[in-house]
């Protein structure tokens, strides 16, 4: 079993729809969870940064963790053209960078 | 706001040709990271730095080394470039213990 399973997509939607992107993990000992987008031919944003389970809101944007299930997801609220682009989630224990796990992306397209 | 800048956005070489990729961070960060994003395989750890003159192989370090002279300055070096290190390559560095990785815009190599 891989450490961090993402599902590719790609995955289509009108705007303004509700868009729910999920990774599931293994490794019990992630404490600190990141969702990063990424836009064609750019380098990966950091879009959202939580630490152990619980929800975290910023905007149109929700990070939800459930350490039980061992399950990260990312809502999209009101989501909209610009919203395009690759999602990555990413995990690590104890200290961020140096044990970073990727997920390898979900590709989101907005249709307006 | 955290910049972290790599010197090209494009490169061609040729195969067995030296290849040196430049990145800049303005933040005086600690840690610095080389990526190489492919396809289907995500982000993997190609080297890593915790200071100045300090580097520690990630995931695929294999034909590849790194300079770490400065602290704001972590260069990725292929020796001898071959045809399988066509790929994106992705800078980031940290700063905080537990902060996000921030990414450069990422170098696209192509060797031929």
């Known amino acids: 079993q891989k450490e961090v399973e993402q599902d590719p997509g790609p995955l289509s939607v009108p705007e303004g729809a509700i868009v729910s992107l999920n990774c599931t993990y293994s490794?019990?000992?992630?404490?600190?969870f990141m969702w990063y987008r990424q836009y064609s031919r750019k380098g990966p944003e950091l879009l959202m940064y939580t630490y152990s389970s619980g929800n975290k809101e910023d905007g149109r944007f929700t990070a939800q963790v459930d350490k039980s299930s061992k399950y990260i997801s990312l809502f999209i609220r009101d989501s909209q053209p610009s919203d395009s682009a690759t999602y990555l989630c990413a995990m690590t224990p104890n200290q961020a960078g140096t044990a970073l796990i990727f997920g390898k992306g979900t590709t989101l397209s907005v249709s307006s | 706001d955290v910049k972290v800048t790599q010197s090209s956005r494009y490169l061609v070489k040729r195969t067995g040709e030296k290849v040196f990729l430049e990145c800049v961070q303005d933040m005086d960060h600690e840690n610095m990271f080389w990526y190489r994003q492919d396809p289907g395989l995500g982000l993997r750890l190609i080297y890593f730095?915790?200071?100045?003159?300090?580097?520690e192989k990630g995931d695929i370090p294999e034909g590849y080394s790194v300079s770490r002279e400065k602290k704001e300055r972590f260069s990725l070096i292929l020796e001898s470039a071959s045809t399988n290190q066509t790929s994106m390559y992705l800078c980031?560095?940290?700063?905080?213990?537990?902060?996000?990785?921030?990414f450069g815009n990422g170098t696209r190599l192509t060797v031929t």
């Open positions: 490794n019990s000992a992630f404490q600190y």
């Open positions: 980031a560095s940290i700063g905080a213990p537990r902060g996000p990785l921030h």
């Open positions: 730095s915790y200071d100045v003159k300090m580097k």
